[in-house]
C-alpha cells in the first residue's frame, strides 16, 4: 500500500544546529515527492518538487533530496524563524486519478 | 505572494447553522481545487476534488449532503458544510495546481478554523 512516513516525530535544534528531516515512502511509479511548511493556523506553503531520484533543491538554508527510497529535507544553520511542521506528500493513484497523500510531519523547534 | 486566498479565517456559530468557505485562486485559471480537513497534530485528509463545471469527487467516508462543494467558475470553489454540528469543527484547507499537468505541485490557501458550538 502506497505511503509516507516522516521522522522524527519533533526535532529541537539550537540556532546554528544543522540536521536532516526524513521522509521515506512506498508509492508505485513516484510523480513527484513535494515538501511544504506549515505553521500554526495556516495552510501549508510549498517549498520543493523533486521527481527523480538523485535530483537536488536548494533554497536559502533548506536543501532537499531524493533517492529512491526517501527524500531529506536538509536545514542549514537553522534560525529560529525556521521553526514550523515540515510536511512531505506524494501522489498515489486511485481509481483513474491521482491523490496527494502526505507524511505526518515533522515539528522543528529552533531555539535562539 | 499568495497564490490562493481563502475566506473566511475563522468561524464560530451554533450548532446547526450552514457556513459557507470559499477557495479562489488568485492569478491564474484552476480547473480542479482540493479540500482538505486537518485535525490538531495530525496531517491533511483529502476530503474532496472540485472540478469546474462538474460534480465533485469526494473520498469515502465524506458525506457528499454534508459537505456540498460548488466549482462555478475557473477561479472560485465554495465548500458549504451544512447543518453543522460540534463534530464538524476542524480546520478546512483548499488547494490548487497552479501548472499545467496532473502533477504539478498544489498551492494552498490559509485554512478556515470552524468551531461548532
Known amino acids: 500500500e502506497d505511503q509516507v512516513t516522516q521522522s522524527p516525530e519533533a526535532l529541537r535544534l539550537q540556532e546554528g544546529e544543522s540536521s536532516s528531516l526524513n521522509c521515506s515512502y512506498t508509492?508505485?511509479?513516484?510523480?513527484?515527492l513535494f515538501w511544504y511548511r506549515q505553521d500554526p493556523g495556516k495552510g501549508p506553503e510549498f517549498l520543493f518538487t523533486?521527481?527523480?531520484a538523485g535530483e537536488e533543491k536548494e533554497k536559502e538554508r533548506l536543501k532537499a533530496t531524493l533517492t529512491k527510497k526517501e527524500s531529506f529535507l536538509h536545514i542549514t544553520a537553522p534560525k529560529p524563524e525556521d521553526s514550523a511542521t515540515y510536511l512531505c506528500?506524494?501522489?498515489?493513484?486511485?481509481?483513474?486519478?491521482?491523490?496527494?497523500?502526505f507524511g505526518s510531519g515533522t515539528r522543528l523547534l529552533v531555539r535562539p | 505572494g499568495a497564490v490562493v486566498s481563502q475566506h473566511p479565517s475563522r468561524v464560530i456559530c451554533k450548532s446547526g447553522t450552514s457556513v459557507k468557505i470559499e477557495c479562489r485562486s488568485l492569478?491564474?485559471?484552476?480547473?480542479?481545487m482540493f479540500w482538505y480537513r486537518q485535525f490538531p497534530k495530525q496531517s491533511l485528509m483529502l476530503m474532496a476534488t472540485?472540478?469546474?463545471?462538474?460534480?465533485?469527487?469526494?473520498e469515502q467516508g465524506v458525506e457528499k449532503d454534508k459537505f456540498l462543494i460548488n466549482h462555478a467558475s475557473l477561479t472560485l470553489s465554495t465548500l458549504t458544510v451544512t447543518s453543522a454540528h460540534p463534530e464538524d469543527s476542524s480546520f478546512y484547507i483548499c488547494?490548487?495546481?497552479?501548472?499545467?499537468?496532473?502533477?504539478?505541485?498544489?498551492?494552498f490557501g490559509d485554512g478556515t478554523r470552524l468551531s461548532i458550538l
Open positions: 523533486l521527481y527523480s
Open positions: 492569478d491564474f485559471q484552476a480547473t480542479t
Open positions: 472540485s472540478n469546474e463545471g462538474s460534480k465533485a469527487t469526494y
Open positions: 506528500a506524494v501522489h498515489r493513484r486511485m481509481d483513474s486519478s491521482y491523490k496527494l497523500i
Open positions: 508509492v508505485s511509479g513516484l510523480r513527484g
Open positions: 488547494s490548487a495546481r497552479k501548472g499545467r499537468g496532473v502533477f504539478q505541485p498544489q498551492h
